[in-house]
């Protein structure tokens, strides 16, 4: 395994900005930011990215990188450290795994233990851009009625949030969101995020640091390219699987709301067997005709408790180079099946579930990873799709 791990040591030239955009200065230079590599100080480093459960919103990802410290090389204050300047917060991250990015974000935090026999500690604790997002707001303004995808490339093109161009992958959307006001109180990520509840689609921040908007048709599974983890032999091997089974996704009573008005639907049977569970949604459609359908998607996809894996975990060591590429090259949204025999007894368990979640835990001599899915036993339907295109599944159209 290749790690390569790297911090801004030189922010690059930014055009129009007071400080950066200064030409002939020293410190903000027109060839961009240069980077330090630090992979040798690594010791151990953790990232987590995506959400728990698939009702949940996602949030921002995050790293913690511990770093051998015993030279004071990452000491802010020690003037002969190979990084001395540089060890501020704000800098970007990048974190690579055998020429695969894997992270891409910004340091907040750097924390020092210091023991007193020498064996020091540097912490980096980074996050990704959801979190710069989540200190932003929107610009004063009135929207007309648009698909939700460019809603979100208007409210990323605002003054106040002025996201790059090249760092988007913004979907056209299916829903269509009424007019709004927008007022400079209401906060981008969580606006961003409503947008996405609208469209019953995906937001979140890639492994390159770009923001990827998923709509309804780009969130939908397909079989097309299909990765399968296996205990058989037929696939991917994993080391552990984590299988629930309960209420925590149950929702039989569902209230959506918009200007538009609310539509409530409820599943009559679920409510007579688990009692009534009810969650409300607040989203931007347009019209009453999209709330209705989508509370009613709501109630049939989350009326009864399924058995789902909610995650697999593997250590990429044991791999083959293949596989491990496999491993490294997967993204929230992706598609896998799962094939599993619990304790070889019976007959093989296979699911299909969409990645919801990716953790890493990588030390010296060892690097895991888990997968968390959200099942597809209901889903929307795929025409012409091998699995999810079959009539009387639990698919459906919206």
């Known amino acids: 395994?290749?790690?390569?791990?790297?911090?801004?040591?030189?922010?690059?030239?930014?055009?129009?900005?007071?400080?950066?955009?200064?030409?002939?200065?020293?410190?903000?230079?027109?060839?961009?930011?240069?980077?330090?590599?630090i992979s040798s100080f690594v010791d151990a480093i953790g990232i987590a990215r995506g959400k728990n459960r698939e009702l949940d919103r996602y949030s921002a990802g995050q790293v913690s990188i511990q770093l051998n410290n015993r030279q004071r090389?990452?000491?802010?204050?020690?003037?002969?450290?190979?990084?001395?300047?540089?060890?501020?917060?704000?800098?970007?991250?990048?974190?690579?795994?055998?020429?695969?990015?894997?992270?891409?974000?910004?340091?907040?935090?750097?924390?020092?233990?210091?023991?007193?026999?020498?064996?020091?500690?540097?912490?980096?604790?980074?996050?990704?851009?959801?979190?710069?997002?989540?200190?932003?707001?929107?610009?004063?303004?009135?929207?007309?009625?648009?698909?939700?995808?460019?809603?979100?490339?208007?409210?990323?093109?605002?003054?106040?949030?002025?996201?790059?161009?090249?760092?988007?992958?913004?979907?056209?959307?299916?829903?269509?969101?009424?007019?709004?006001?927008?007022?400079?109180t209401t906060n981008a990520l969580e606006y961003l995020q409503t947008v996405t509840t609208s469209e019953q689609g995906q937001l979140f921040i890639d492994k390159d640091g770009d923001l990827t908007f998923l709509d309804r048709l780009q969130a939908t599974p397909t079989s097309t390219g299909l990765i399968t983890f296996a205990d058989d032999g037929t696939g991917i091997p994993y080391t552990r699987v984590n299988v629930n089974y309960g209420t925590e996704l149950l929702v039989n009573t569902a209230e959506i709301s918009s200007a538009a008005g609310t539509a409530v639907a409820q599943n009559n049977s679920s409510r007579g067997s688990y009692g009534v569970i009810e969650q409300t949604f607040d989203t931007l459609v347009s019209t009453f005709d999209q709330l209705r359908n989508l509370a009613d998607f709501i109630v049939r996809r989350f009326a009864d408790p399924e058995y789902r894996f909610d995650s697999i975990e593997m250590n990429l060591d044991t791999l083959t180079t293949g596989h491990r590429a496999t491993v490294l090259g997967l993204e929230l949204g992706r598609v896998v099946k799962i094939i599993f025999t619990p304790n070889d007894l019976g007959d093989p368990i296979e699911q299909f579930g969409q990645i919801i979640k990716l953790d890493h835990n990588i030390q010296q001599d060892r690097h895991d990873v888990t997968i968390g899915l959200a099942s597809l036993d209901f889903t929307f339907l795929v025409l012409d799709d091998a699995q999810f295109g079959t009539l009387d599944s639990n698919s459906l159209a919206f």
Do not use: C, H
């Open 1 to 37: 395994m290749t790690l390569l791990v790297e911090f801004e040591t030189v922010e690059g030239f930014t055009l129009d900005d007071p400080v950066k955009g200064v030409l002939d200065n020293e410190f903000f230079t027109l060839g961009g930011a240069s980077f330090g590599d």
């Open 73 to 184: 090389t990452f000491d802010p204050l020690y003037t002969s450290g190979q990084f001395y300047g540089q060890i501020i917060p704000r800098r970007q991250l990048r974190i690579t795994v055998d020429g695969v990015r894997q992270f891409t974000g910004v340091i907040d935090d750097w924390n020092f233990d210091y023991d007193p026999g020498g064996d020091s500690i540097a912490e980096i604790v980074a996050t990704d851009d959801f979190t710069l997002l989540a200190r932003q707001v929107l610009t004063d303004g009135t929207a007309t009625p648009q698909l939700s995808g460019a809603r979100v490339s208007a409210v990323l093109n605002m003054p106040s949030v002025n996201w790059p161009l090249g760092r988007r992958d913004i979907g056209v959307g299916e829903s269509t969101l009424g007019a709004d006001v927008f007022g400079a």
